[in-house]
């Protein structure tokens, strides 16, 4: 399956990007690369191999600090009193 500057354009509009096109040759290029190497573990023989799993579940320590409640708003591009407003997904 080869991977066309159309299809990587239609995936790009489906998540609201935009490429030129020589980007989109670019892109291209690089998901016939990721898809190839799919393909190449799809041929690997995995019946024998064993999976090793940790067996001690590594997580981090919560580390609590004090916000303020303007600091979660600071970085959003509109408000609506004390709601942030976000553009429509789905039409």
Known sequence: MVITKEEVKYIAKLAKLQFS???AKVFANEF???LE???TLDNLDLE???I???KVAVVRKDIC???EIYDLYKN???MRETSIEVPK???
Do not use: D, L, T, Y
Request: hydrophobic residues 20%; negative net charge.
């Open 37 to 39: 190497q799919f393909r």
């Open 48 to 50: 024998n191999v064993e």
């Open 89 to 91: 997904i789905i039409e």
């Open 52 to 54: 090793e799993r940790p």
């Open 32 to 34: 016939e690369n990721i």
């Open 21 to 23: 096109e020589e980007e």
């Open 76 to 78: 959003s591009k509109k």
């Open 65 to 67: 600090k004090k916000c």
